[in-house]
């Protein structure tokens, strides 16, 4: 017959364990922590996840069109261009336009702030939306 364990050595069990607990969570803040981890940080803010060109996007009920906008300076070929990619969402009863940008440079399905761009849309102002 098996011997049940004691409450000195069930004690010692649980510290353990909370010490193991500790430890790993003190690890995986460590790693997150944008001090230690740039490249991971600077990846999630500025490399949003990719989405298709032809993939519409509907926002408040409207579709959105997709357009890109490609600047270069004629001179200087061997520089990249200035590409902006926005969404153009146009209200039933346009009032007039509004830009509307997040400033980090990712995705609009991503980060986009939803309700947002619905109210203004229903407030009758289309939305060039960055992405």
Same mark, same amino acid.
């Given at each position: 017959? &098996? +011997? %049940?364990?004691?409450?000195? #050595?069930? $004690?010692?069990? /649980? ?35 990719? &989405? +298709? %060109?032809?993939?519409?996007? #509907?926002? $408040?009920?409207? /579709? ?68």
């Amino acid at each position: 017959m &098996r +011997k %049940l364990p004691t409450y000195k #050595e069930l $004690g010692r069990l /649980l510290l353990f364990a909370a010490a193991l607990i500790l430890v790993l969570a003190t690890g995986a803040y460590l790693y997150y922590m944008p001090r230690f981890n740039h490249s991971l940080i600077n990846y999630v803010l500025f490399h949003p996840p990719d &989405r +298709k %060109l032809d993939q519409p996007i #509907e926002i $408040g009920g409207i /579709l959105g069109k997709h357009n890109r906008i490609v600047v270069r300076d004629g001179a200087k070929l061997s520089e990249p261009a200035i590409v902006l990619d926005c969404i153009f969402f146009k209200a039933p009863n346009e009032k007039g336009a509004i830009l509307y940008s997040q400033g980090v440079g990712s995705a609009i399905n991503a980060m986009a702030d939803h309700f947002k761009i619905t109210t203004m849309l229903e407030s009758g102002y289309s939305q060039w939306a960055d992405d």
